[in-house]
C-alpha cells in the first residue's frame, strides 16, 4: 500500500518506479469457463486478463493490429490441436464479440463453446505467450491441466522462448512431463521445516545435477525421489546413498522405474520452475 500511495508522486522517482514495474507483472489464474461466450466490445484490450475473460477481445486486438503475431498463433494451433484450421474472432449483429474455431473437416466454424477445454486453453496461453509486448514477470499455475502431455515439451520451450524477451517466467507444476522438459538451472522446489519454507536449486543438488550432466529427465528424477524434502511422505525414502563416481553405493540406474515405483508412491507436490 505504501508503494503504491508513493507511487503516485513523480518526485518519488524509486517509488514511482517500482510501482510501475509490480504492476506489470502478471499472475495467471485462467479459467476456461470464464473465457468462452460472448464478450462487450468496448475499446481495445491488449492483454490477457488474470482470469482470461478477456480473450476474445485479446484476439480481436491481435487480428487486427499485429497480424503477424496472430498468424503465428495459428500456425502453432494447427501443429497442436488436430484439425484446427483457422480461429476466427467474430462480430454478432447485436454487438458482441465471441470466437469461432474453424474444423477443417466442417463448413461451419465452432463456436467456442463446443470445442474442447484443451483447444481452448491452448490458444489462450498462445495468446498470452505472443503478446508483443510481454510482462517482465509471468506467473503460471499447472499449465499442463487440460493439455496432452505429449505436448509438455513444446509449451515449456514456448515459455523459455518468452522468457527470452527480456523477462521472467515462473510456473508451479504437477507435471513429470513438463518436468521433463526443464534445464538443470529452471528448477527449483519447495522444502517445509518448521513452519517456514525453503527454496532449493536443483542444480545445488550434486546427485542430480550429475544425473542431469549423464543424460537423465527432471522429471524422472522428480518421480524416484531425488528432490529432497519436497514430498514428505517419500522425503526419507529415497536411497541413503548414490555413488555420483559409480563405484560405491546404490545405483539407481540398476533399479527399474517399475521396481522403484511398486516400493515408493510417486510425488505429489508441486515444483517451480524460473526461465532467466
Not at 464479440?97 to 474453424?102: D, E, G, P, S, Y
Not at 461451419?108 to 503478446?131: E, N, Q
Not at 524434502?229 to 539407481?252: M, Q
Request: charged share 25%; with cysteine; aromatic share 10%.
Amino acid at each position: 500500500m505504501a508503494i503504491k500511495g508513493l507511487g503516485q508522486f513523480q518526485r518519488f522517482k524509486a517509488a514511482n518506479a517500482f510501482r510501475q514495474l509490480i504492476e506489470s507483472w502478471h499472475v495467471s489464474d485462467f479459467h476456461i469457463d470464464a473465457a468462452r461466450g460472448r464478450k462487450e466490445v468496448t475499446g481495445y484490450v491488449e492483454h490477457l486478463s488474470v482470469s482470461g475473460d478477456n480473450l476474445p477481445r485479446v484476439a480481436q486486438y491481435l487480428y487486427e493490429n499485429h497480424p503477424d503475431a496472430f498468424q503465428r498463433i495459428l500456425e502453432r494451433m494447427q501443429a497442436r490441436v488436430p484439425g484446427i484450421s483457422a480461429v476466427v474472432p467474430e462480430l454478432t449483429p447485436d454487438g458482441y464479440l465471441l470466437l469461432r474455431f474453424q474444423d477443417g473437416s466442417f463448413k461451419t466454424p465452432f463456436l467456442d463453446r463446443y470445442v474442447s477445454d484443451g483447444t481452448i486453453k491452448m490458444f489462450a496461453y498462445l495468446v498470452l505467450l505472443h503478446d508483443p509486448n510481454p510482462h517482465p514477470l509471468l506467473c503460471i499455475e499447472e499449465p499442463e491441466n487440460q493439455l496432452y502431455p505429449q505436448l509438455m515439451a513444446e509449451l515449456a520451450e514456448e515459455f523459455r522462448e518468452y522468457a527470452q524477451r527480456d523477462g521472467q517466467v515462473m510456473i508451479s507444476t504437477h507435471s513429470p512431463d513438463f518436468l521433463n522438459a526443464a534445464e538443470l538451472d529452471e528448477v527449483f522446489w519447495l522444502v517445509k521445516r518448521e513452519g517456514y519454507t525453503e527454496v532449493r536449486r536443483a542444480k545445488d543438488d550434486p546427485q542430480v545435477a550429475a544425473y542431469m550432466a549423464d543424460g537423465d529427465k527432471m522429471g524422472h528424477l522428480w518421480r524416484q525421489g531425488f528432490f529432497t524434502g519436497a514430498d514428505p511422505e517419500i522425503s526419507d525414502a529415497r536411497p541413503a546413498r548414490v555413488s555420483i563416481a559409480g563405484t560405491d553405493g546404490l545405483d539407481r540406474r540398476a533399479l527399474s522405474e517399475d521396481r522403484w515405483l511398486a516400493r515408493h508412491r510417486p510425488s505429489s507436490g508441486p515444483r517451480k520452475h524460473s526461465f532467466p
